[in-house]
């Protein structure tokens, strides 16, 4: 039997060995719960078992985790509450239940902060780590829970959950190719402790992401050894979910290699095993391999197959991933809500308990003191007042949050809508011509005449993705407008050079007039979009042999920029909703050229932000004017 043989034949007994003894562990805690055992005694067994089922058999770990939920409350068991939550976090969190995870752990922290237990304050944190970590791809903040729950361990010299924390900190100085030196250091301390404790499963996660480390590092052949190693100690407990994950990355490094026909078969290995379990990144990720191993071996078909199953995955988790976001964010504030309310309720029943004594003494008091009596409950009554007053600016604030959540719903409806109906006919067309000539259903001659129409059609969906992009990045946290001096002639010229082709196609006369040497103060990126949108709308309503104009005038401190067009123009309604997100419905260009209504309002949104403003007039078949106001100092 040759090395290789001898290699494999070890690890296939190894692994036998190992699930035999994990499904052991688990038959024998499944016995104990049979026998005759104490109410908290049974809670921590049925905490146990979940534990032990979740990465293999989530139903089973859930069904446990709840039963230990109920039991918990119903005898008032804190600690097997905590638990139980922590298990069940978990669980949402592995099925992509990323808002009920965060929810359920962060209750599980706030009970073990409540009891000042710092190990169960520790598994909240690892999975609100985890699932800011993967589920939402929040890594500051997911990182911040994990060195806490670290740090928490490292006191208690706690090294069993050291090791697993090693893993998850390392996995995300992999993931963002940051402190690799550091990620190093803590990496071989998770692998030295699992090994010592005999802990397969964090020694399986360790391995793992010390692979990560070596591949960000480009040493292929180490991160390859690491795969395999985490592989071999993740069949001992059967954690499908680590093995198809090392599997699709391994192939990844064959890809790299060249080793194309190995990358492929991994590859298909990977996406098997991962739509076993509903692991929803790896078989992304796995379409995403095949379709650049097909691509190699000139296998066009199969590669444009997974290159669609990829793309409508990957849309599929962007859109999961929003509304998890969304949802996260509701719950946020209805948490805060609620904690408004509590404490509005608290000042309550203090007050009450108050006059409660107040009236009790009341009656203790004799007739000297009856004008002290009356001061008081007159005061009593004012800060009653004042407590009514506070309870209607509280409600006046949470109707104002309800309004900004309604605006924010149409918004996301609106945005859907883009996607799912504006970008869904020219995609379609493309596909449906791309198929014509990859099975040579027409010929280069016929291809050649659809050409300009396709590639008015790209971009279009290009600007859409464009604008959508910039959209979801300006209503984000952090999002910085940085102002400096720009010329302005040139920066219209980029935009104009841009739609050469189309002004070409529709025979349109552009000029550009903006006086050369006009400097305003603004973002030169968000100047750029709100041109390239404003020219490239008025080409789009602009009849063959029409003309456009750019031109600037001074207005005190302002430039005007003016963006002149002689097509089909607007009516006053039309004008009237111009830069909103609510009208349901949107006008084609002179040659049924493709709008969403996103970009002109990422233009009014993003002038705003420059400290300028825009304006707009128009007239029905006579053609419309945009105008733009900018800084010309930096005030």
């Known amino acids: 039997m040759g090395m290789g043989k001898r290699s494999i034949f070890f690890v296939l007994l190894l692994s036998s060995a190992f699930a035999f003894a994990q499904q052991s ?66 669980y949402e969190f592995r099925q992509g239940n990323y808002a009920q995870a965060i929810q359920l752990a962060s209750k599980s922290l706030h009970q073990a902060e409540a009891i000042k237990d710092s190990t169960l304050m520790a598994m909240a944190y690892r999975v609100l780590g985890n699932t800011n970590n993967f589920g939402l791809k929040r890594y500051d903040s997911a990182l911040v829970y994990q060195l806490k729950a670290f740090r928490i361990h490292e006191q208690r010299k ?45 020694l399986s996660y360790n391995y793992n992401s010390k692979g990560l480390i070596f591949m960000q590092e480009h040493q292929l052949d180490s991160a390859l050894k690491y795969f395999d190693l985490s592989i071999l100690w993740a069949l001992e ?30 590859f298909h290995i990977a996406l098997k ?54 949802l996260l964010s509701e719950l946020e504030s209805e948490e805060m809500r609620s904690q408004a309310k509590i404490s509005e309720l608290q000042v309550s029943n203090a007050q009450a308990k108050k006059e409660k004594i107040i009236v009790i003494l009341s009656f203790g008091i004799t007739l000297a003191f009856s004008i002290s009596i009356i001061f008081l409950v007159a005061r009593n009554s004012q800060q009653r007042a004042r407590t009514n007053k506070l309870l209607h600016e509280k409600n006046k604030q949470i109707e104002e949050q309800n309004l900004k959540l309604t605006e924010v719903n149409q918004t996301k409806d609106k945005l859907f809508s883009i996607l799912g109906h504006d970008m869904r006919s020219p995609m379609a067309s493309l596909k449906g011509m791309l198929d014509m000539v990859a099975y040579k259903q027409i010929s280069s001659e016929e291809f050649m005449n659809f050409a300009p129409k396709l590639n008015q059609q790209v971009t279009s969906i290009s ?42 196609e529709k025979k349109l006369t552009l000029i550009n007039q903006v006086e050369q040497g006009i400097i305003v103060h603004g973002d030169e990126n968000q100047l750029e979009l709100v041109f390239r949108n404003l020219i490239h709308n008025a080409i789009k309503f602009t009849n063959m042999g029409g003309s456009i104009t750019v031109n600037s005038q001074g207005e005190g401190d302002f430039v005007m920029i ?21 009208s349901t419905s949107n006008t084609r260009g002179t040659q049924g050229e493709q709008g969403t209504g996103l970009g002109l309002h990422l233009c009014f949104e993003m002038v705003k932000e420059n400290g300028g403003k825009i304006e707009v007039s128009s007239r029905l078949h006579e053609g419309t004017t945009f105008c733009v106001y900018l800084k010309t100092k930096n005030s």
């Not at 402190?179 to 803590?186: I, T, Y």
């Not at 992009?469 to 400096?484: F, H, N, P, R």
């Open 158 to 202: 706690d090294y069993t959950k050291m090791a697993a924390i090693c893993g998850s900190i390392t996995w995300i100085y992999a993931t963002t190719n940051q402190h690799l030196d550091e990620a190093h250091r803590l990496v071989t301390l998770g692998i030295h402790l699992s090994d010592s404790l005999r802990n397969t499963k964090f």
């Open 237 to 266: 407990n059967k954690d499908w979910a680590v093995i198809a994950f090392n599997k699709e990355l391994k192939a990844s490094i064959y890809f790299e290699q060249n080793k194309i026909q190995e990358a492929n078969d991994l």
């Open 562 to 582: 003016r963006v002149t067009d002689n097509g089909i123009g607007m009516s006053d309604d039309q004008v009237k909703q111009l830069f909103t997100l609510t």
């Open 25 to 90: 562990k688990i038959d024998s805690l499944e016995q104990l719960l049979t026998k005759g055992q104490s109410a908290n005694q049974k809670i921590d067994l049925l905490c146990d078992l979940a534990d032990h089922y979740l990465a293999y058999q989530p139903s089973k770990a859930k069904h446990y985790a709840e039963e230990a939920l109920s039991l918990s409350i119903e005898t008032d068991y804190v600690k097997g509450e905590i638990l139980a939550l922590s298990h069940l976090s978990d």
């Open 273 to 326: 095993e991962s739509r076993a379990i509903n692991l929803r990144e790896v078989v992304k990720n796995s379409y995403a391999g095949l379709a650049k191993s097909y691509a190699a071996i000139q296998n066009y078909p199969m590669a444009y197959k997974y290159s669609t199953l990829f793309n409508e995955l990957q849309d599929s988790l962007l859109n999961a991933e929003i509304t998890q976001k969304a």
């Open 463 to 504: 600007e859409t993705l464009e604008n959508l992009l910039k959209w979801s990045q300006s209503q984000q946290q952090g999002w910085v407008t940085t102002l400096s001096p720009i010329c302005i002639h040139p920066l219209i010229a980029k935009c104009t050079t841009l739609f050469s082709e189309i002004v070409q």
